[in-house]
């Protein structure tokens, strides 16, 4: 009989110490077929994954090519701010120290970017384990499939606004030209309107702070409004409401960090071998003693669940490697009316 029980001790025989961590985590925890359900972050390192060549070759790219600049990095950089809440009427910061200081389960909601690293152990399945050693390492046998992902910190910005909806005004058909060191709020005053509806009228000094007021005007062409003290957006001289509608994004950091799924799960129809292994019934050859070859599928770790009542499918997360920005890369977002 089969006991895949034995494949961690074999993993250590060869030295694949992570990928025999990994699996013997599966083989102690309760029995559970819906990964998301429980993860791991202690195990696997950045440090430890970077040491693989292909690995580290993969995490170059992400870094050099910049690719938290890609066309589909600024979408979901974007979507991940109106998310949270940090597209608003003032500057905002994102993914500061002490957010990059937390777990990598905790930051991969926000992740921006992926890159997927595979490997060829489903053509190499039906090899011995001796050929394994030539064509294999710990990096296989603890991860096989998985993805780098990539986290952003900086801040963001309001540039551009325009009024709320409804805050139009009536115009006189008036321009008027500003002095030198005149105020909007000198201007109103001069011609018998509010602040409100000066604004309004003119929406490039759209300000929700509250300070358009005091902006200086001098040499600008305003254009003058028809006063309509009842206008419920201009009532008693306030400012009328803005919306921005333009933010600049500003990114300092990048974090980059492993995730997996550490599972046996099958397409329908399909049942992944995952190579073959001395697990079997004990032999003697030429004196030595060795163990048959099993081919093992991704079944027998279901059915080993299923008769066991463990064996925890479950996401595997390293610590994130953050890196800090020479040259900040600043985009701009447009939000839709």
Not at 209 to 230: C, E, M, R
Not at 302 to 308: A, E, F, H, S, Y
Not at 319 to 336: A, G, H, W
Request: with cysteine; hydrophobic share 35%; proline share 4%.
């Amino acid at each position: 009989m089969c006991n895949i029980e034995l494949i961690p001790d074999i993993m250590d025989e060869y030295g694949w110490t992570i990928g025999a961590r990994l699996m013997r985590t599966w083989f102690n925890g309760s029995a559970n077929d819906n990964p998301v359900n429980f993860y791991n972050a202690t195990i696997v390192t950045m440090e430890w994954v970077r040491s693989f060549r292909r690995a580290n070759t993969e995490y170059n790219n992400l870094i050099n090519k910049k690719m938290w600049s890609t066309p589909n990095a600024r979408r979901e950089i974007a979507n991940m701010l109106s998310r949270k809440g940090l597209l608003t009427g003032k500057e905002q910061e994102f993914g500061d120290d002490a957010w990059f200081r937390q777990t990598a389960n905790v930051l991969d909601p926000d992740y921006v970017q992926q890159l997927l690293i595979g490997d060829d152990w489903t053509e190499k399945a039906g090899m011995g384990i001796r050929e394994y050693i030539t064509w294999h390492d710990d990096l296989d046998a603890a991860l096989a499939n998985f993805n780098l992902r990539m986290v952003v910190g900086g801040k963001v910005r309001p540039v551009r606004y325009e009024p709320t909806q409804g805050a139009g005004v009536q115009l006189s058909g008036e321009t008027y030209t500003a002095s030198k060191g005149e105020t909007l709020a000198a201007v109103a005053q001069k011609k018998n309107v509010t602040l409100g509806e000066m604004v309004a009228a003119n929406p490039g000094l759209c300000n929700p702070l509250g300070g358009a007021g005091a902006t200086d005007v001098s040499g600008l062409h305003l254009k003058i409004p028809k006063s309509n003290f009842s206008n419920s957006n201009t009532a008693n001289g306030m400012i009328v409401p803005c919306k921005p509608i333009q933010y600049e994004v500003e990114i300092l950091r990048v974090g980059v960090y492993v995730r997996d799924s550490y599972d046996f799960i099958d397409e329908p129809g399909d049942n992944q071998e995952l190579g073959k292994w001395p697990i079997g019934e004990e032999i003697s050859l030429l004196g030595l003693k060795s163990r048959k070859r099993c081919t093992v599928y991704n079944r027998n770790f279901r059915d080993w669940r299923d008769r066991n009542k463990k064996g925890r499918d479950y996401l595997v997360f390293s610590d994130v490697q953050r890196t800090d920005l020479k040259e900040p890369y600043k985009f701009v977002v447009n939000i839709s009316n």
